[in-house]
């Protein structure tokens, strides 16, 4: 699963050869400083970006998800998470 958190400042995380962001959710009780952006150095509140297998869990309701590089920890998501695309046109 490809989970990835970054803030405002740092955007969307590029696609890489394996994996597509494509969806984002704010973690509940955001913005939550204990989730932070995943930049080096960055200590931003962050959104969490997903691929589309996790975007599919969570559509089927999943809001609990662990935190990459943090196994132990988890993120409960906000409802209302968006697939990217549905930003932009086209
Ligand atoms: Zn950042």
């Known amino acids: 699963m490809a989970l990835v958190v970054r803030c405002a400042q740092h955007g969307l995380p590029r696609r890489t050869r394996h ?3 494509v969806f984002g959710a704010e973690p509940s009780g955001g913005p939550n ?3 932070h952006c995943g930049k ?18 969570y559509r ?5 998800f662990k935190l990459p590089f943090h ?16 930003c932009s046109p086209g």
């Open 33 to 35: 400083p204990t989730i």
């Open 71 to 86: 196994p132990a920890k988890q993120v409960t998501l906000k409802n209302h998470g968006i697939f990217l695309s549905e």
């Open 60 to 64: 089927s309701g999943r809001r609990t």
């Open 40 to 57: 080096k150095g960055c200590k931003n509140p962050g959104l969490v970006f997903m691929d589309i297998i996790n975007a599919m869990e």
């Open 19 to 21: 994996t597509e962001y």
